[in-house]
């Protein structure tokens, strides 16, 4: 005894598909986001705020990290001219 599958592949048309958060799921999944990052904010606006204080030196450190690779580096700093006193 066997069991045949017939797949309908052929009368199956595909619906045209744009970008997930433009269809109606994805609108829900931004609204829920957006209730989350509020609740999330208003509860935790002591931590949120304090922590801010920290981005602006962290940037510059990154920064200086990840963006001086291309200056050549800094080993001629110590290579000046030297006058000799008269």
Do not use: I, Y
Request: proline share 5%; net charge positive; with cysteine.
């Amino acid at each position: 005894m066997s069991m045949h599958h017939h797949h309908d592949d052929q009368n199956r048309q595909e619906e045209p598909r744009g970008p997930f958060l433009a269809s109606r799921a994805g609108l829900v999944f931004l609204g829920f986001l957006a209730v989350g990052t509020l609740l999330l904010f208003t509860e935790h606006r002591a931590h949120v705020l304090g922590a801010v204080f920290w981005l602006l030196p962290l940037a510059c450190v990154f920064m200086h990290m990840f963006m001086h690779g291309g200056h050549g580096g800094h080993g001629s700093h110590g290579k000046r001219n030297e006058r000799k006193p008269s």
